[in-house]
């Protein structure tokens, strides 16, 4: 039931984003699958599952740690550690907790935005099996839909 439910999650993710808000970064064995959409876009029933604030002023933030597996990637648990900055130098913490449920391993964060922002979140995600964390940069903006 739990699997579902985090199944659940990353589908609505990949549903509700398009293909330029969903990203990869590529580490040797290991990929991060990365993504950041509106919270608002998630249904009230999702949101409420996995403890998401669901705002239109609230982004959520995801990260897939990924390792390779001859042609084709697996996904591993992964720690990480993040920041979140605005254009003009506000810096906080994105504090990030593990949904992992039967081979759907995803970091989630959520931080607040003003409409039209740009936010540049900086990542360190370190996949289950690796020694080496893999850097994460991007810059979004965001918009109260």
């Not at 998401?52 to 990924?66: K, S």
């Not at 720690?79 to 949904?99: E, Y």
Request: charged content about 20%.
């Amino acid at each position: 039931m739990i699997a579902r439910r985090a199944a659940a999650l990353v589908l609505l993710l990949l549903a509700v984003m398009p293909a330029s808000a969903q990203q990869a970064v590529d580490a040797g064995d290991y990929r991060v699958l990365y993504a950041a959409i509106n919270s608002a876009q998630l249904t009230p029933e999702i949101a409420r599952r996995y403890g998401i604030t669901r705002a239109r002023d609230t982004a959520l933030i995801t990260f897939n740690a990924q390792r390779r597996d001859g042609g084709s990637y697996t996904a591993v648990a992964a720690t990480g550690t993040a920041t979140v900055r605005s254009l003009i130098g506000n810096r906080q913490k994105l504090d990030l907790r593990p949904l992992r449920e039967q081979g759907i391993d995803t970091l989630i964060g959520t931080t607040q935005f003003a409409d039209g922002e740009y936010l540049i979140i900086d990542a360190q995600v370190l996949p289950q099996g690796s020694s080496t964390p893999i850097p994460v940069s991007f810059k979004q903006q965001f918009y109260r839909d």
